[in-house]
């Protein structure tokens, strides 16, 4: 250590990069190494993947991402009276769908690991980024291959049926949110500002309210008519499915204080 | 009792580094010790990271914050020891270098193991 600090803006900008659970002790670790700006922005450079990388894999549940790939590949199927319907399996049907469900799960695999609390507003910006990030994809796909690519009202009507799916089937479900792991919890609350304000930090010591049996009695309701009502096969595959797993989800919730003890 | 999984060569590095850093296990130490024991590959701290992190998980070591300190801009360290589970997967994997060592001894000669002492010498000199 040279006795000087990095620039202010530089830390500021590597704070905003590393995840909030690890933020802490990475940024001590980099001030304590810091040489010169080069050194610590080549550092952070190396470090911030590794770390976010890490941390989406702490933070996804399997279960979770198999519930939330089935939600947004049939959220963009094309169903009856859609055009493209019949060849679904042909290109480029298939295709477009799979790179918008990649990056849909992308884009919540990192709201996850930036979460810091299981608020509603933390949760809808977890939906809104992966609905967002699935749209998205169609956006810069329409560039490149505009055949391939869902634009105007379709865009519009499957990422907001998006949103709402993920956005319903999160807050049915306590096992969302990840972020945080019962051992950072405890720790964060006491050395965050921002997060000793949150209601509670650890989903699974979180009493149920009212919305919370009101979300997946609807999350399952809307699956059930849509398996009831549709003609299509797939669709009535998919929708089975998501109830299955929805249900299992539900039900193998941990119950309130049976998680890990924090480590410290 | 729980058994341990095997460890990888790298995991073997980053328990070793807490093992002989006792209460000073935080990652910039880890990350100088494991450089230390890697020698001559490089080590960056990301890995140390991502390592320390899977170890956690695996329940071999167990971490917490510490006070914040001026020298690290206010921030705490986390800081790491090594869980009875760690341990005993750590004894494991030394005692399979141990054999892996003899039987090397005993297939290639006392000489070789002579000539390899010298070099370890002068490594660690």
Redesign the interface.
């Known amino acids: ?1 040279t006795g000087s ?1 990095p620039p202010r803006k530089l ?1 500021r900008l590597v704070a905003l990069l590393v995840p909030p659970a ?1 933020r ?10 810091y040489k010169s700006p080069a050194q610590y922005a080549a ?1 952070a450079a ?6 976010l ?3 989406i ?2 933070t996804s549940d399997p279960g979770v991402v198999l519930l939330e790939a089935l939600a947004l590949y049939f959220c963009f199927f094309p169903t009856d009276g859609r055009p493209g319907a019949a060849g679904f399996f042909q290109q480029p049907q298939l295709l477009r769908i799979l790179i918008q469900v990649a990056c849909g799960l992308f884009g919540l695999r990192l709201a996850d690991a930036y979460m810091t609390a299981r608020s509603l507003r933390q949760l809808s910006l977890r939906a809104a980024t992966g609905a967002g990030l699935a749209c998205l994809s169609q956006i810069a796909l329409s560039a490149a291959r505009p055949d391939l690519a869902l634009s105007g009202w379709a865009l519009f009507r499957d990422g907001g049926l998006a949103l709402m799916a993920l956005s319903l089937m999160q807050m049915a479900n306590p096992a969302y949110g990840g972020g945080l792991t019962p ?1 950072s919890a405890g ?1 964060a609350r006491k ?1 965050d500002p921002v997060r000793r304000n949150g209601a509670s930090l650890d989903p699974r010591s979180r009493g149920r309210s009212l919305w919370a049996y009101f979300a997946p009695a609807f999350v399952f309701l809307a699956f059930g008519l849509l398996f009831a009502v549709t003609q299509n096969r797939d669709v009535r595959i998919g929708a089975a499915l998501l109830l299955f797993l929805g249900l299992w989800r539900v039900l193998s919730r941990p119950r309130p204080g049976s998680g890990t003890k924090p ?2 | 009792m729980e058994k341990p999984s095997g460890l990888g060569q790298f995991e073997q590095l980053v328990l070793t580094a807490i093992l002989a850093l006792h209460d000073d296990a935080y990652g910039v130490t880890i990350h100088t010790k494991v450089a230390e024991l890697a020698h001559p590959k490089s080590v960056s701290l990301g890995a140390i990271y991502v390592t320390l992190d899977r170890l956690e998980d695996k329940r071999y070591v167990a971490s917490w914050l510490s006070e914040p300190t001026p020298e690290r801009g206010g921030r705490a360290k986390r800081c790491y020891r090594l869980e009875a589970l760690g341990e005993r997967a750590l004894r494991e994997s030394a005692l399979t270098a141990k054999r892996i060592w003899d039987s090397s001894v005993e297939a290639w000669g006392k000489e070789w193991e002579r000539k390899w002492g010298r070099q370890w010498g002068k490594e660690t000199t």
């Open positions: 250590m600090a830390e690890r802490e002790e990475v940024l001590g670790d980099l001030y304590e190494r550092d190396v470090t911030v993947p590794q770390i990388a890490s941390q894999r702490r051992a720790e050395k480590s410290n």
